[in-house]
Each structure stands twice: as structure tokens, then as C-alpha cells.
């Protein structure tokens, strides 16, 4: 009896064995199998109420070490029905929402449940970072026979805040911009990661390229800590100068030792180094000290020939057919001082009227420039001058100037697009008679007594003041695309023996892109007395290549105050830059112009003359820039207006150099 009785309680235990459902254990990462019989087979109830109870735990895939056995089973579906996720529950997240986590899943409600879709969605979650490694899956059965899949996460540290170290080129609210949205949010490498390089990007576009993110430590309070290295200067090395003084090129440099290095001031540096015209060539180069984790910059120099000889030809049509001779040092003395002294003779005024002698145009001009005077951005230049020519504001005279002047001019450091001067100097002007029998022809012709005459020879000896402001934002010298260029001047000039006098002159220009490579060019000036009685010679002139083109100089007429206005369009020669790489003919530019002006307070000179003060033209013209001599102009304006019964309807050439208007 006893040996049945054993023999019933073991059938029993292994019949127990056999009914119930097996469970998997959760270090060896296998899944619980769901499945419904098929309809022909007889349903276990007991089967299907263990199962019901069955809960597994599925940890992030990339520590998932399936075994074979468990590969093989998750294939075998030949016996067994699809079983459809009915729901998707998060738990355990507190501030990242769970639609969030449920937009990392391909597993979603109504889907076939399957372990390896579920498996690569927990890798999914993990990886947006806002999570630990203790992330798991249970299915659970639900009562109409499909999944209720139930995902639990555990977040991240809260951030509570942010501390930044070593930043003193940007400041410390700039950089708390780009982290402060992080702030309350579960830590995230991943995002951490981003704010770094929207970081080390905004130092970047700021000039400070050696900006990096060296550290980032969270403390156990939820507080992160950022370390910057912003990239020191230790050192500034000159090299390749055998010429030039060491100070005279560091003096160009505004980069100091100490200070965080930063490109776009690099830039400006070099630029301003090669325009000493002492160097062919500069370049920089940047070296990290391993020792102190500080940058050593080199600056590389080619230097050139500075002193020249010239000899030049050239034609405008103030002067004439001119030759010039002269001699320029740019780097004189290796101190990067400007020498230069120049001579000129000139045919004299091209295509000129009956009020202007036919004389020889004759120049000569000597000038000294210190750039750093006492300072980095401070200049002193130094001219004096002799001029002799058959003036073309006084009718039949001969003019003649010999003067000198010192000039103080200075960069605003809080306004690096404004520049500010002063000159103070002394001129002495003698106007003399050039055909006194043609002059009085011209008073008996217009019924005024030619003792006025010495209205228009009045000369003198002056002391001269002229403080100005400019504002340039041109993008280059030649071939200015983009920029606005304004000038304001006063000139006060007090007389020894004559009359003072004093008057203002402004211009604006503003310099818009068309296109890719042809520019609008908008202008307006204007100029007038201040106070005293302004000789002939000081007035104002409309007409010519630097005013209202069409005209010839002063054809419009002279006066104590002016303003006008000028629009032009420049444009290369169409297809040029296809045809050839010629850097000469590709400056090359052609305009299409229209000026207007007019003159208030007119002179005696408009008078005997009857010239109307006002014109209006329109024309086409070439612009051509000549390296050493700068650009030469050459338009044919047609006037709307014409000027002492001279018919200039079909048109006048003008020539000119250097920039108009």
C-alpha cells in the first residue's frame, strides 16, 4: 500500500509539472510566448488562466544575449496565431510626456506583438538619453485575449541648474540662452551634446575659433558644470621682416598676449599690415603651447621693394594730356612712414570754352604720413603744394596756390565704420589777369563796369581749419559693390588783410548690389556759406567730370551754395568674364548715369557768362581701373538743359580720375 500511495503522490506532482504553463527567467532574457490554439484543438482552461498571469521584464537590446534555443522558438510560428497589442502603458516618467516615448515605438495599439519589434523600441527610448539603463517591458494578457504591453522607465537627474567657468570674451547670459531650456529637464548627453556645439558655433561666429567645451560634470545636487577654454594668446611672433621694425608691425596688430584670440580682428590686422604696401605677403599661423594649453601666433611677412620711382601719362579734363614724375617710399626708415613728392604738367583743361586761358596746368606737392601717431588708430600727415593754371572759376585768370598743412586724423574705436579729422594749414592764393582786352569785351558786351573785375581777382592769404567726419562701409576701394560712404567738412578760412569766410560741404553715397556682379550707385551733395563774403575762387563750380557731367568745367556755373544729385548703374562688360581671365579687362565697367544740380547765390562769373545755375543730364560712360594710377572715367552726358545759348543736345565728353562725384 505504501509503495502505491507513493507511486499516486508522484504521478500527481508530474501531472502538476505537465499542466503548469512554464515561466522564463529574466537573466537569460527570453519572452513569454503568446499563442491561441487552434480552433480544431481542445482549449487547456487551465493553461489559459496561468497564462494570464504571466509578467516578463525585456531590458534595453544592446544587452540582450538571446540564446540560440530562444532564436529558434521566436521563428516557429507554424502552429500558433498572431496575438495584437490592445494597449501601450508608461510608467515611472515625471517630466518627459508619454506621447514622446510612445512616438520612439514601432509597437503601437493594434499592432502584432512581437518581442524583437519591442526589444529594438526599449534601444529606441534608451537612446533619446532622458532615461537610465533600467528600462523594461511587461505584456501582460488582457481579458479579450490581446497584449496590454506595460513600458517602465526610470528618468534621468532633474537639471537644476548650470554653472559656467572660464568665458570672459562672451558673456555669461549669451551662453545661458542656448542651456537655460534645459533646465528642469531630465540630464540628456544627447542634448548636452547639441548646446555644446550651438556653444562652441556662436563663439565661431563671433571670430573666437579656438573656442572649445573642455568639461562637463554634473554634481550630485543637479547642478551641471560647464568649463570653456575661450583659446589665449601667450604669444605674438614676427618673423620674415628684415626691413620693418618688430614694434612698427606689432603696432599693427590689435591682437595682444592675453587677450582670447579672434579671427575677424586677425583679419582686420592683416589687412591692415598689407596696406603699409611693405609686404608683399601676410600670413598667420596659430600653435598651441602643450604646457600652458595657451596658442602662440605667427605672423609670417614678405616684404617688398617700398621705395619707387614712377613716371606716368594720363589724361582728365581739368588737366589736360599730363605727364608726372615722382618719387614714393612706403616704409621710410623701416618705421612704416609714407614719403612721397610728385610732379605734374598738364596740358590744361580739355575742350575748354572762351572764359578759360589756354595754359599749361604745372603741380607740385610733397607729403609726409606717420601712420600710428601716439597711437594705433591715430594718423599725422604732413603736405605742402605749389599750383599755377589757368583757373576755370574765374573767367580769363590765371590762378596761383602755394600752401602747406598738417592733418590730425583719428579712428573711433566705438565706431570702427567712423573716422574723424582735423587740418589746420595756410594757403595763398593770387588770382591774376590773364587777357585783360578779352575780359573787358566781356563787361562792355553784358553793360557791367569792368571795375568789377576785381570782384572776381580778389585773393588773398588765408589760415585754414577743417575739421571732418567720415562714415565708410564699403565692402572695397575698387569696384565698390555694397557700403554707404558720408563726409562732412568744415572749412574755415580766416584772412590776413582780406575778408574770412567759412562753409560746409557733405556728400553721401550709398552703394547697392544688383544682381551678382553690377552695382547701383545713389549720391547726393550739397554745400554752402556759413558766413562772410566767399570769393570766386572758393565758390562752388556745377559741370565737368566731378559734378553734373555733359558740361564742361563750370559751364553750369559757380556760386556760394549747391546741392545735387546723381544715380548711376555700373555693370561689366557683358560676357567678358567668359571670354577671358584678364584681371584688367574684367574691372573694367560700363555705366549708365543721370546727375542733376543747381546752384543758389550766384557769382558775377554766371552773369557775364549767362550760365543758369541748374542743369539736368543723362549718359553713359567706362569706368577702367589702372593700378597705380586708380580709376579712370570716361562719359558722354547728354544735357536736358543747355547752358549760355551752346547747344549740348547732342551731347560732351568729360574725362576724369580717381572716384566721382
Known amino acids: 500500500m505504501r509503495s502505491i500511495k507513493k507511486l499516486v503522490v508522484l504521478y500527481a506532482v508530474l501531472g502538476i509539472l505537465f499542466v503548469q504553463q512554464p515561466t522564463y527567467a529574466a537573466f537569460n532574457f527570453k519572452f513569454p510566448k503568446f499563442f491561441k490554439f487552434k480552433k480544431e484543438k481542445k482549449i487547456d482552461k487551465q493553461n489559459q488562466d496561468n497564462t494570464e498571469q504571466v509578467e516578463e521584464e525585456i531590458l534595453p537590446a544592446q544587452e540582450q544575449t538571446e540564446t540560440q534555443e530562444t532564436q529558434e522558438a521566436a521563428t516557429d510560428t507554424s502552429d500558433v496565431e498572431a496575438v495584437y497589442i490592445k494597449q501601450v502603458e508608461v510608467y515611472g516618467n515625471n517630466l ?119 568639461s562637463v560634470q554634473d554634481d550630485p545636487d543637479g547642478i551641471v558644470n560647464i568649463k570653456i577654454d575661450e583659446g589665449v594668446i601667450e604669444d605674438i611672433v614676427v ?48 600653435e598651441m603651447n602643450p604646457n600652458t594649453g595657451k596658442y602662440n601666433v605667427v605672423i609670417s611677412l614678405d616684404e617688398q621693394r617700398t621705395g619707387k620711382i614712377s613716371l606716368g601719362v594720363g589724361v582728365d579734363s581739368i588737366s589736360g594730356f599730363f605727364g608726372s614724375v615722382g618719387f614714393s617710399e612706403n616704409n621710410f626708415r623701416g618705421l612704416g612712414q609714407k614719403l612721397s613728392l610728385n610732379f605734374m604738367a598738364g596740358t590744361g583743361i580739355l575742350m575748354n570754352d572762351s572764359s578759360i586761358i589756354n595754359r599749361p596746368n604745372l603741380q607740385a606737392e610733397l607729403s609726409f604720413i606717420e601712420p600710428h601717431f601716439k597711437s594705433e588708430n591715430q594718423s599725422l600727415g604732413f603736405r605742402a603744394f605749389v599750383r599755377n593754371f589757368g583757373s576755370y572759376q574765374v573767367p580769363l585768370s590765371i590762378e596761383k596756390r602755394y600752401g602747406a598743412d598738417v592733418t590730425l586724423t583719428r579712428r573711433f574705436k566705438a565706431f570702427k565704420n567712423l573716422t574723424g579729422s582735423i587740418s589746420f594749414g595756410g594757403e595763398s592764393v593770387d588770382m591774376e589777369e590773364g587777357d585783360e582786352w578779352k575780359a573787358r569785351q566781356v563787361f562792355a558786351s553784358r553793360g557791367i563796369d569792368y571795375s568789377r573785375r576785381a570782384e572776381q581777382l580778389d585773393g588773398g592769404v588765408y589760415a585754414k581749419i577743417t575739421p571732418a567726419l567720415t562714415y565708410d562701409t564699403r565692402d572695397t576701394i575698387v569696384n565698390t559693390r555694397r557700403g554707404v560712404l558720408a563726409r562732412l567738412s568744415l572749412e574755415e578760412s580766416i584772412g590776413f588783410g582780406t575778408d574770412s569766410f567759412g562753409k560746409l560741404h ?82 573694367v565697367r560700363v555705366a549708365v548715369f543721370m546727375d542733376a544740380g543747381k546752384l543758389f547765390g550766384q557769382t558775377l562769373t554766371n552773369e557775364l557768362y549767362d550760365r543758369p545755375g541748374y542743369a539736368i543730364t543723362a549718359g553713359v560712360g567706362l569706368r577702367v581701373f589702372i593700378p597705380g594710377l586708380g580709376p579712370i572715367n570716361l562719359d558722354y552726358g547728354i544735357p536736358f538743359t543747355n547752358t549760355g545759348g551752346k547747344d549740348r543736345s547732342n551731347g560732351f565728353f568729360t574725362f576724369g580720375m580717381g572716384e566721382m562725384y
Open 96 to 214: 518627459i510626456e508619454t506621447s514622446y516615448i510612445k512616438e520612439q515605438m514601432t509597437s503601437k495599439e493594434g499592432y502584432i506583438y512581437d518581442r524583437k519589434n519591442i526589444s529594438q523600441d526599449l534601444n529606441k527610448i534608451y537612446k533619446t538619453g532622458y532615461f537610465t539603463q533600467n528600462i523594461r517591458a511587461v505584456p501582460l494578457r488582457s481579458e479579450d485575449g490581446g497584449i496590454r504591453l506595460r513600458i517602465v522607465v526610470e528618468e534621468n537627474p532633474a537639471i537644476k541648474g548650470f554653472t559656467i567657468e572660464g568665458n570672459n570674451a562672451v558673456a555669461t547670459n549669451e551662453i545661458m540662452n542656448i542651456l537655460s531650456q534645459y533646465e528642469g529637464q531630465p540630464q540628456n548627453i544627447l542634448s548636452i551634446n547639441v548646446a555644446i556645439e550651438q556653444i562652441q558655433e556662436m563663439y565661431s561666429l563671433k571670430g573666437y575659433i579656438l573656442a572649445r567645451v573642455t
Open 506 to 587: 557733405g556728400v553721401l553715397k550709398k552703394f547697392i548690389p544688383v544682381g551678382r556682379k553690377s552695382t547701383l550707385v545713389i549720391a547726393a551733395r550739397g554745400g554752402g556759406k556759413l558766413h562772410g563774403d566767399m570769393p570766386e575762387f572758393a565758390a562752388y563750380a556745377l559741370g565737368g567730370p566731378y559734378s553734373v557731367r555733359g558740361f564742361n568745367i563750370s559751364e553750369v556755373g559757380t556760386g556760394t551754395g549747391f546741392m545735387m544729385g546723381t544715380a548711376e548703374f555700373r555693370t561689366p562688360i557683358p560676357f567678358m568674364d567668359r571670354l577671358t581671365t584678364n584681371t584688367f579687362l574684367n574691372n
Open 239 to 286: 618673423e620674415g621682416n628684415y626691413k620693418t621694425r618688430d614694434f612698427i608691425v606689432k603696432r599693427n596688430i590689435l591682437l595682444q598676449p592675453g587677450t582670447v584670440y579672434n579671427e575677424n580682428i586677425m583679419r582686420d590686422d592683416i589687412l591692415r599690415l598689407m596696406g603699409t604696401q611693405a609686404f608683399k605677403d601676410v600670413k598667420r599661423d596659430i
